[in-house]
């Protein structure tokens, strides 16, 4: 029933691209911000946004207007996207660099590290305000969390994505990538961190998550949203406290590629097998995604010690959305030299662990960027 398939798996006729338009973002009534109408240059200076699309449902294209969940992904190309959303133009100046045409989940290091240089290069153009990312949802957040540690810039940078394709009735990309030019082009989001614009919310990159995979209210943050966009205006609530962009230890300029770092799912009646899979195939940290507060099975805590003693890190974090993981509740990090992930999810964790790897092994080292960002 649920079926989403990436843009290389169905070709489909571009009459699709016309509905897509037509019946989807270019249909609804758009609260787009007044420009000031006074002449003078000042006031009709608008900010320079660029778009870097890299596919996913945003870009996707249905048969049916009924289709909200049958579609394939990534199919619209970045400038129709943006014509298809006019009311961009009274916001900024906007233009589109297509980096990738795919569905999230089809994303690896090699393309975060590629995005992440591509933003940074474009923030560092005294021409360029502000970036927006439209990508699929699937692991829109981890890219926004990757984007947030190593692109040293305050100026805005918003990840955007979308539940529909914009062929389907109640399409929610139009008014989400309205929203993140919206963001990007203004001036309260600067130095907030990465932000991802999804149903009038404005989110923290770095919390946020996907929680339902089918309607539109999908992202979600343990710590709140940190405000709204309303009819093409900003509304900030909150601010971000944990080290971002600025003040970041890590910049993508000195960043090539990532260490591989697995993820073990915890359930009941667990496969050991799995963690020596994971070191063999080179991960030089395991994030063990535990049940409750990031428990291990009694039978496993033997391998994950032996694990870590021939050199791989271990990183408790849990599989219970909300909350965080304490050091040395559960099982004794100090003892076991394992590293907690407080409050990030396996997959956020993942992403810390990567790159926090590509600077320091040393366990209190990662355990610090662990409470710090
Ligand atoms: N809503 C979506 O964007 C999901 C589509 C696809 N799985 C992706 O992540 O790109």
């Known amino acids: 029933m649920f079926s ?3 843009g290389a798996a169905l070709p489909l006729r571009g009459a699709i691209f016309a509905l897509a338009l037509a ?29 870097l699309a890299t596919g996913g449902t945003i870009a996707g294209a249905g048969a049916d207007a009924a289709n909200s969940a049958t579609y394939t992904a ?3 190309p970045v400038d129709k996207l943006i014509a298809a959303v006019p009311q961009v133009n009274t916001i900024a100046n906007v233009r589109g660099e297509q980096v990738f045409q795919i569905a999230s989940e089809s994303f690896t290091d090699a393309q975060l590290v590629q995005l992440g240089k591509r933003v940074s290069q474009l923030l560092k153009q005294d021409d360029v305000d502000g970036v927006v990312v439209t990508h699929g949802t699937d692991t829109l957040e981890e890219t926004a969390f990757f984007l947030d540690l190593v692109v040293k810039s305050d100026k805005p940078i918003v990840v955007v994505g979308s539940m529909r394709p914009g062929t389907a009735i109640s399409a929610d990309g139009a008014l989400n990538l309205l929203d993140a ?3 990007a082009a203004s001036k309260e989001a ?26 539109p209210s999908a992202f ?3 710590w709140g949203p940190l405000g709204m966009v309303v009819e093409g205006k900003t509304y900030f609530f909150r601010s971000l406290t944990k080290r971002h962009n600025m003040s970041s230890e890590f910049d993508i300029d000195q960043i090539d590629s990532l260490p591989l770092v697995g993820i073990v799912y915890g359930s009941g009646n667990m496969i050991p097998g799995v963690y020596d899979a994971e070191v063999q195939a080179g991960a030089k940290a395991i994030v063990n995604a535990g049940t409750g507060n990031g428990s291990v099975p009694g039978y496993l805590v ?23 993981v304490l050091r040395n509740a559960e099982q004794p990090d100090d003892k076991y030299d394992w590293v907690v992930a407080h409050d990030l999810n ?7 662990a990567a790159v926090a790897l590509t600077k320091t092994t040393d366990t209190k080292e990662l355990q610090r960027i662990f409470w710090e960002y």
């Open 23 to 51: 019946g989807g973002f270019g249909a609804a009534p758009l609260g787009a911000r007044e420009m000031p109408e006074s002449g003078t240059a000042a006031a009709v200076k608008k900010p320079n946004v660029v778009i």
């Open 302 to 324: 033997d391998k994950l010690k032996d694990i870590r003693s021939k050199g791989t890190l271990v990183i408790r974090s849990s599989r219970v959305p909300d909350g965080f």
């Open 220 to 222: 979600y943050s343990q």
């Open 4 to 6: 989403c398939r990436s």
């Open 74 to 76: 990534a199919k619209v």
């Open 181 to 183: 030019v919206t963001v």
């Open 346 to 352: 396996p997959a956020k964790a993942k992403v810390l």
């Open 190 to 215: 600067i130095g907030q961190g990465v932000t991802v614009t999804m149903n009038d919310y404005i989110q923290s990159g770095r919390d946020v998550n996907k929680r339902t995979n089918i309607v």
